[in-house]
């Protein structure tokens, strides 16, 4: 009933800089929290930052200062801009949102995006 859909992904150097983007559609009442959560190969899913209605945010202890978590509410999108980035920030990075969506009623929802693959290769 949501769809988010990501972009941004990509080939970077070490060092580089990528900017993700995720949108989300549907019969979206309200939005509370939306992040972004990584996964590299052979590990666990890690939430890398998240941000909350009124603006507060939180970011894993390995990404802080270097990446930094937007949303435009107005358009229903979060952004996540990925500086200085590393060998160790290769993963497929997810978006996750979470509010409440018109129906019958209003109903709590979570949403996953589909993935975007970030690589940091030299």
């Known amino acids: 009933q949501v769809q988010l859909v990501e972009s941004g992904g990509g080939l970077v150097q070490p060092g580089g800089s990528l900017r993700l983007s995720c949108a989300a559609s549907?019969?979206?009442?309200?939005?509370?929290?939306m992040g972004w959560y990584r996964q590299a190969p052979g590990k666990q899913r890690e939430l890398v930052a998240d941000i909350r209605n009124g603006g507060n945010t939180n970011y894993a202890d390995s990404v802080k200062g270097r990446f930094t978590i937007s949303r435009d509410n107005a358009k229903n999108t979060v952004y996540l801009q990925m500086d200085s980035l590393k060998l160790e920030d290769t993963a497929v990075y997810y978006c996750?949102?979470?509010?409440?969506?018109?129906?019958?009623?209003?109903?709590?929802?979570?949403?996953w995006g589909p993935g975007t693959q970030v690589t940091v290769s030299s």
């Open positions: 549907g019969r979206i009442f309200s939005i509370n929290v």
């Open positions: 996750n949102i979470g509010g409440r969506i018109m129906g019958s009623g209003y109903f709590p929802f979570t949403s």
